[in-house]
Antibody, heavy 123, light 105 residues
Framework: QVQLLESGPGLVKPSQTLSLTCAVSGGSISSVGYYWTWIRQHPGKGLEWIGYIFYTGNAYYNPTLKSRVDISFDMSENQFSLNLSSVTAADTAVYYCARGPVNTALGNSIDHWGQGTLVTVSS | DIQMTQSPSSLSASPGDKVTISCRAS??????LNWYQQKPGEAPHLLIYAVSSLQSGVPSRFSGSGSGTDFTLTISSLQPEDFATYYCQQSYSTRSFGGGTKVEI
């Protein structure tokens, strides 16, 4: 059973870069046929997709965040990362990493989620 | 970008009730529509994928239907553990979520 665990600073100063890592266990991030994604949830609000990276290494981002986001693999550590630059208080949220199958029969859904980590942007 | 609109944003129901939640896409997404359940303090989890297929372990009182732009999640007989927030999500083009429907007692 794949498990995902987010880690990173819980507090980031405005204008700095938010950096989170998602450690994957029970499966390899290089496995063919999966994508790895970041999703966030502002306090008391709904889910916002940030971006994903395919097993091929190709990454796609939410257009509203695209200029500030980078998602990448660290194959040696079996983890993937999120970098979000120039943060403001509006980036305060719970950040989830997750995995989904690249499989139309499975709806390209998101079938495994991390527990989430709260990141607060404040000076 | 594909926008997903859920209705209602919240509803009150009693155990045993039949509940229906709607989700509309801003353009056709074929059958690339998934539903998630989220309880307070927890991560979301997958309920239904590809419109109508139940994820393993999900009770049969949950069902999904629709195609194109209009989709529905139905809970046939609401159980106490079903009080939660439900999100639809399209996976036709990148990803986006509906705003959520909170099912309250």
């Amino acid at each position: 059973q794949v498990q995902l665990l987010e880690s990173g600073p819980g507090l980031v100063k405005p204008s700095q870069t938010l950096s989170l890592t998602c450690a994957v266990s029970g499966g390899s991030i290089s496995s063919v046929g999966y994508y790895w994604t970041w999703i966030r949830q502002h306090p008391g609000k709904g889910l916002e997709w940030i971006g994903y990276i395919f097993y091929t290494g190709n990454a796609y981002y939410n257009p509203t965040l695209k200029s500030r986001v980078d998602i990448s693999f660290d194959m040696s550590e079996n983890q993937f990362s999120l970098n979000l630059s120039s943060v403001t208080a509006a980036d305060t949220a719970v950040y989830y990493c997750a995995r989904g199958p690249v499989n139309t029969a499975l709806g390209n859904s998101i079938d495994h989620w991390g527990q989430g980590t709260l990141v607060t942007v404040s000076s | 970008d594909i926008q997903m609109t859920q209705s209602p944003s919240s509803l009150s129901a009693s155990p045993g009730d039949k509940v229906t939640i709607s989700c509309r896409a801003s353009q056709s997404i074929s059958r690339f529509l998934n539903w998630y359940q989220q309880k307070p303090g927890e991560a979301p989890h997958l309920l239904i994928y590809a419109v109508s297929s139940l994820q393993s372990g999900v009770p049969s009182r949950f069902s999904g239907s629709g195609s194109g732009t209009d989709f529905t999640l139905t809970i046939s007989s609401l159980q106490p553990e079903d009080f939660a927030t439900y999100y639809c999500q399209q996976s036709y083009s990148t990803r986006s979520f509906g705003g959520g429907t909170k099912v309250e007692i």
